[in-house]
């Protein structure tokens, strides 16, 4: 009889040992001694209870204890409800609360159970305080999402309708917009599809235990975690796109990109998937949106990590580039502070470098403030970077604004039709504009030409000098002592980057 009575003790030490530790600093005024003749005496009650009624006539719940509170027989399909057990040292403060628990349609007590009610009012504050917090952050990024979503979509557009804009650096761009706006789609549909914090109240099934609402929701959830680690990879390309230009000596365009879409879109399901098996065979729990097993989750953690790392040593590369070109020529621009600054500020959401800020912090080792602090510098940065490139690579982008609008054609000799006749000026732009575009084809060939005479260099890997919105051009960097003037390839193109 010792013997049994030290291994109960034992078991709830195990289980309720923060419930154990309040009691022994004085909660209340009780130790863990008359804590535990307290829960003795509880168990005792209840098993009385339980042998006294009479089981109820087909499929239930069995009444039960489970090592918590008291639980009487329950019809399936329903949410059965208990009073909060008495042996609490707060009790007098949660005596009107209950604990409940799902009772599943084949007559058996559901892993679900939410015991909030009777949880001790101090602890209960700060977690209250902490929730609504998180509430305020979800509407932050809800908007965020939401916004960057319509941007996005209209940058897309603009960038898919023009013809005068398609080149390989804009077709990056609109992989890196089409997997920003999955990303906000795909988190804005699974906070929709997730159950609401907290039970259900009355006898109603929650949502989470529908078959086809947990399917649903599990599958938002995948899908979700494929979109974010598209969005991450497609910076990646981003970053080794504008290092290529700049640094490396680069060969046909047209072949890279099919590589930057394998990377982009292929890539996140080599480390989705297998973190979907083994979520399914060892963690398949509700709706995969807790990770207690922290291993799990760095399936998926560690190669975002890696893109994050990689695109910050890219920045850093590309800002010695332009420092050091922007020193060389100091004397015939004095305001080279500002055009640095700018450039950093331009290159920071192309490259997700803000996620550098809390990289090194894990989720265990973030907690309190500090977790705050974590996700709502992520949160809102993340919500709000789709916005921001979108400004910056399209709607401000000088190229974007030079392209000409499409002018209806002609109506074929129809009387009484309308003709839009374009103004002077703009025919005059537009005549400049391709005598322009032309110079610069002839002095390309012209380069190309003496270039296939001798053998190749390396490129000097350095910026222009206006490190600004630039113009969209064709063909490849030349391999080159020293960068030549405005018919460059990698000159121009840096120029659109910042």
């Given at each position: 009889?010792?013997?049994c009575?030290?291994?109960r003790?034992?078991l709830?030490?195990s289980?309720w040992?923060?419930l154990?530790?309040?009691a022994?600093?004085?909660?209340?005024?009780?130790t863990?001694g008359e804590?535990?003749q307290?829960?003795?005496r509880?168990?005792?009650?209840?098993q009385?209870?339980?042998?006294?009624a009479?089981s109820p006539?087909?499929?239930a719940?069995?009444?039960?204890f489970d090592?918590?509170?008291?639980?009487?027989?329950?019809?399936?399909n329903?949410?059965?409800?208990?009073?909060?057990p008495w042996?609490l040292?707060?009790?007098?403060?949660?005596?009107?609360?209950?604990?409940?628990r799902?009772?599943?349609?084949?007559?058996?007590w559901?892993?679900?159970r939410d015991?909030?009610?009777?949880?001790?009012?101090?602890?209960?504050e700060?977690?209250?305080d902490?929730?609504?917090i998180?509430e305020?952050?979800q509407i932050?990024?809800?908007v965020?999402?939401?916004?960057?979503l319509?941007?996005?979509?209209?940058?897309?557009l603009i960038?898919?309708?023009?013809?005068r804009l398609h080149c390989?650096?804009?077709?990056v761009h609109?992989?890196?917009?089409a997997?920003?706006?999955?990303?906000?789609?795909?988190?804005?549909?699974?906070?929709?599809?997730?159950?609401?914090?907290?039970?259900s109240?009355?006898d109603q099934?929650p949502?989470?235990?529908?078959?086809?609402?947990?399917a649903a929701?599990?599958?938002a959830q995948?899908?979700t975690?494929y979109?974010?680690g598209a969005?991450?990879t497609?910076l990646?390309v981003?970053?080794?796109?504008?290092?290529r230009?700049?640094?490396?000596?680069g060969g046909s365009?047209?072949?890279?990109?099919?590589?930057y879409?394998?990377l982009?879109?292929?890539?996140?399901?080599?480390?989705v998937?297998?973190?979907?098996?083994?979520?399914?065979?060892y963690e398949n729990t509700?709706c995969?949106?807790r990770?207690d097993?922290?291993?799990?989750?760095?399936i998926?953690?560690t190669?975002?990590l890696?893109?994050?790392?990689?695109n910050f040593?890219?920045?850093?590369?590309?800002?010695?580039?332009l420092?050091?070109?922007?020193?060389?020529?100091?004397?015939?621009?004095?305001?080279?502070?500002?055009?640095?600054?700018?450039?950093?500020?331009?290159?920071v959401?192309?490259?997700?470098?803000h996620e550098?800020v809390f990289?090194p912090?894990?989720e265990?080792?973030a907690?309190g403030?500090l977790?705050?602090?974590k996700l709502?510098?992520e949160?809102?940065l993340?919500?709000f970077?789709g916005?921001?490139?979108s400004?910056l690579?399209c709607?401000?982008?000088?190229e974007?604004?030079?392209?000409p609008?499409?002018?209806p054609?002609p109506?074929?000799?129809?009387?009484?039709t309308a003709?839009?006749?374009p103004?002077?000026?703009?025919?005059r732009?537009?005549v400049?504009?391709?005598?322009?575009r032309g110079w610069?084809?002839?002095?390309l060939r012209r380069s190309?030409?003496?270039?296939q005479r001798?053998?190749?260099?390396?490129?000097s890997?350095?910026?222009?000098l206006?490190f600004?919105?630039?113009?969209v051009?064709?063909?490849r960097?030349?391999?080159?002592g020293t960068l030549?003037?405005?018919g460059?390839?990698?000159?121009?193109v840096s120029?659109?980057?910042c």
């Amino acid at each position: 009889m010792p013997n049994c009575r030290s291994w109960r003790l034992l078991l709830l030490l195990s289980l309720w040992g923060p419930l154990l530790w309040m009691a022994e600093t004085g909660s209340e005024g009780q130790t863990a001694g008359e804590l535990y003749q307290r829960w003795e005496r509880y168990r005792r009650e209840c098993q009385e209870t339980l042998e006294t009624a009479e089981s109820p006539a087909g499929l239930a719940c069995n009444g039960s204890f489970d090592m918590y509170v008291c639980w009487d027989y329950a019809a399936p399909n329903a949410t059965a409800r208990s009073s909060c057990p008495w042996y609490l040292p707060w009790y007098r403060h949660v005596a009107a609360g209950f604990v409940l628990r799902q009772c599943g349609s084949d007559g058996q007590w559901g892993p679900w159970r939410d015991h909030s009610q009777c949880e001790n009012p101090e602890r209960n504050e700060t977690f209250q305080d902490q929730r609504l917090i998180l509430e305020r952050l979800q509407i932050v990024y809800t908007v965020g999402y939401s916004l960057s979503l319509a941007t996005l979509l209209l940058a897309l557009l603009i960038l898919s309708f023009f013809r005068r804009l398609h080149c390989t650096r804009n077709y990056v761009h609109i992989n890196l917009f089409a997997s920003f706006m999955l990303r906000a789609a795909a988190i804005l549909t699974r906070d929709r599809l997730l159950p609401p914090p907290g039970p259900s109240p009355g006898d109603q099934t929650p949502i989470l235990w529908r078959n086809q609402a947990l399917a649903a929701c599990r599958t938002a959830q995948i899908v979700t975690q494929y979109c974010v680690g598209a969005n991450y990879t497609w910076l990646l390309v981003e970053g080794i796109y504008l290092h290529r230009l700049l640094v490396l000596v680069g060969g046909s365009e047209g072949g890279h990109f099919r590589y930057y879409l394998l990377l982009g879109w292929g890539a996140p399901a080599l480390f989705v998937i297998p973190w979907v098996i083994i979520r399914y065979l060892y963690e398949n729990t509700q709706c995969w949106e807790r990770n207690d097993v922290k291993a799990f989750w760095w399936i998926i953690r560690t190669p975002i990590l890696m893109t994050i790392l990689i695109n910050f040593f890219i920045f850093i590369r590309v800002l010695g580039i332009l420092v050091s070109k922007l020193k060389t020529r100091q004397m015939r621009c004095p305001d080279y502070r500002l055009r640095l600054a700018r450039s950093t500020l331009t290159l920071v959401p192309l490259l997700g470098v803000h996620e550098m800020v809390f990289a090194p912090l894990t989720e265990e080792q973030a907690r309190g403030a500090l977790r705050l602090a974590k996700l709502g510098f992520e949160i809102v940065l993340s919500s709000f970077q789709g916005l921001l490139v979108s400004i910056l690579y399209c709607f401000i982008n000088k190229e974007v604004r030079r392209a000409p609008p499409r002018r209806p054609a002609p109506s074929g000799g129809r009387q009484g039709t309308a003709r839009l006749v374009p103004p002077l000026s703009a025919i005059r732009l537009q005549v400049q504009l391709e005598i322009r575009r032309g110079w610069h084809r002839c002095r390309l060939r012209r380069s190309l030409s003496e270039e296939q005479r001798q053998p190749p260099k390396r490129a000097s890997g350095t910026l222009p000098l206006d490190f600004g919105i630039g113009q969209v051009t064709t063909g490849r960097v030349r391999s080159s002592g020293t960068l030549p003037g405005p018919g460059d390839e990698a000159s121009r193109v840096s120029e659109s980057y910042c």
